[in-house]
């Protein structure tokens, strides 16, 4: 291993990791949906709007959050959301090195779960199909799991809880804001940002106790 993912867990025994944004190169499919969806209802929203659904379940933001969809059903807004998706125009990538983290951490004998705000068919296509490291997942934390998400410590706390550690001896990966909070609030003993869609310096100031460009970083620092 290097010496930078050596570090990362020196005293853990479980990696809570994101997906979107952390393993997967899908926010450019996920706001590209966001905004057609947005122009297709003939709203004008600005991308402040847009920040507000990264990393969070859309219809927890939908329900929390003004807008001209105040009154509508969330679940149907999401769902009108994902109908805009298109991956031919922005292809679902695995970010560099993410697959190989996985593999490498698996191997070193530490348990992995992944934490996402997103549904198990979209996390299982993920895992599976694009980094094709599915099996080495020993629990997929997804929104079916938890009755709230990020920021709230909920995924973070079922994570620990299903590989059997407490939160202070696992690592987490995050790639936004609400994500850190999730993982600090629940107690992970060390949470990484992930700056591929965040500023570093954002999440320096979100609560990170260290910052990386992506998970190739970790494999060659």
Same mark, same amino acid.
């Given at each position: 291993m290097s010496a930078g993912l050596d570090a990362a867990l020196t005293g853990r025994r479980a990696a809570l990791l994101d997906l979107d944004g952390t393993l997967v190169d899908s926010e450019p499919a996920n706001q590209a949906a966001y905004r057609a969806y947005f122009a297709a209802r003939g709203w004008d929203l600005g991308p402040e709007v847009l920040r507000?659904?990264?990393?969070?379940?859309?219809?927890?933001v939908f329900a929390q959050l003004p807008g001209p969809w105040s009154g509508e059903d969330a679940v149907a807004l999401v769902e009108g959301v994902i109908s805009h998706l298109d991956h031919d125009a922005h292809p679902?990538?695995?970010?560099?090195?993410?697959?190989e983290l996985v593999r490498r951490l698996h191997a070193a004998g530490i348990a992995v779960a992944l934490v996402t705000s997103a549904g198990r068919a979209w996390a299982e296509h993920a895992v599976g199909d694009v980094l094709g490291v599915g099996d080495l997942f020993a629990a997929l934390i997804t929104a079916e799991v938890t009755t709230t998400g990020k920021p709230d410590p909920a995924p973070f706390l079922a994570g620990a809880a299903a590989l059997g550690v407490a939160p202070a001896d696992a690592v987490a990966l995050e790639d936004t804001v609400p994500g850190l909070h999730s993982a600090l609030a629940a107690g992970v003993g060390l949470v990484i940002g992930v700056a591929?869609?965040?500023s570093a310096g954002a999440l320096?100031? %979100?609560? !990170?106790?260290?910052?990386?460009? %992506?998970? !190739?970083?970790?494999?060659?620092s």
């Open positions: 507000e659904f990264a990393g969070r379940r859309g219809s927890e679902l990538r695995p970010l560099p090195g993410a697959a591929t869609g965040t320096l100031d %979100g609560g !990170a106790h260290r910052v990386v460009a %992506g998970p !190739a970083e970790l494999l060659r």
